[in-house]
């Protein structure tokens, strides 16, 4: 089981051993490099993916349990029958990147909301009694820098990263206190099947090299480490969004300038 840690007399990645842990959207990418990470710090993991067979090469890979649907779905009763006991840590990473701006079609802008916001609050429903009962559980956000600045040539995307990153500040902010730790995951540009099929059909614009999808794992766990709630496995996203703060009318000029200076 997953220990109370920090303040609590334990070592957060040490208690990940035997913990039960659910990663969505782990066919692939970042997801499949999380569940790989867990599973190498001896937990427990379910594979969640709304490609069966996708979920279930990455589970039978790390001795996990596959769990084929979508994200939105309700997967944590399921996990605990899967797990034979409690859900741990949960990871909400599955996310969908739907090109346009107000123009996007009312079901893209459906689906950003449903994916990349209700899945997250659906999850959190489901997990809360019991962990407000144990006084222990750990939620992580796959966010994305857009949730901290934009996305040229996103803004389905922007808009509902912005309200995820949104969902999981009121949830430390609401829960800390009583033992449940949350992390959000602001990751720039990473090399995933999906972003480069992106770039190939739409003018996405990122400031930063692509990092590989374990770059990412590597960084959660400096911050369950410290128990710390901001993932930035792009460091300089902070000084962008520290901008973003405090000189908003010269961050908002140079995203401009960025769009123009790209879209001609």
């Known amino acids: 089981m997953l220990e109370k840690t920090n303040g609590d007399n334990g070592d957060p990645v040490a208690a990940l051993r035997g913990a039960g842990v659910v990663v969505t959207g782990a066919g692939r990418g970042i997801g499949a490099a999380l569940a790989r990470g867990f599973a190498e710090a001896g937990a427990r993991v379910v594979v969640n993916d709304r490609h069966a067979d996708r979920a279930a090469v ?101 808009v509902s990263k912005h309200a995820s990153l949104a969902f999981a500040e009121w949830m430390s902010v609401t829960y800390r206190h009583l033992g449940i730790h949350v992390h959000a995951i602001c990751p720039r540009a990473v090399r995933t099947e999906a972003y480069e099929a992106e770039l190939e059909s739409a003018e996405l614009r990122l400031l930063s090299t692509a990092i590989g999808p374990e770059k990412v794992t590597e960084a959660l766990f400096e911050s369950i480490a410290e128990n710390r709630f901001l993932v930035l496995p792009h460091p300089e996203v902070a000084d962008h969004a520290a901008q973003r703060v405090t000189d908003r009318e010269r961050w908002l000029s140079d995203i401009n300038r960025m769009q123009t200076s790209t879209s001609r």
């Not at 029958?81 to 009312?106: F, I, Q, R």
């Not at 997250?120 to 949730?147: C, I, K, M, T, Y």
């Open 58 to 158: 990455v589970a039978a890979e790390i001795g996990g349990f596959a769990l084929p649907g979508n994200a939105s779905d309700r997967l944590v009763p399921t996990a605990r029958e899967l797990l034979g006991g409690p859900v741990d840590v949960y990871c909400a990473n599955a996310g969908v990147l739907k090109t346009g701006g107000p123009e996007a079609s009312d079901d893209d802008w459906a689906t950003s909301w449903d994916i990349n916001v209700m899945a997250h609050v659906q999850a959190a429903r489901d997990l809360l009694p019991d962990w407000l009962e144990r006084g222990r559980g750990r939620f992580v956000s796959v966010a994305s820098s857009a949730a901290l600045l934009t996305l040229i040539g996103s803004a389905p995307y922007a």
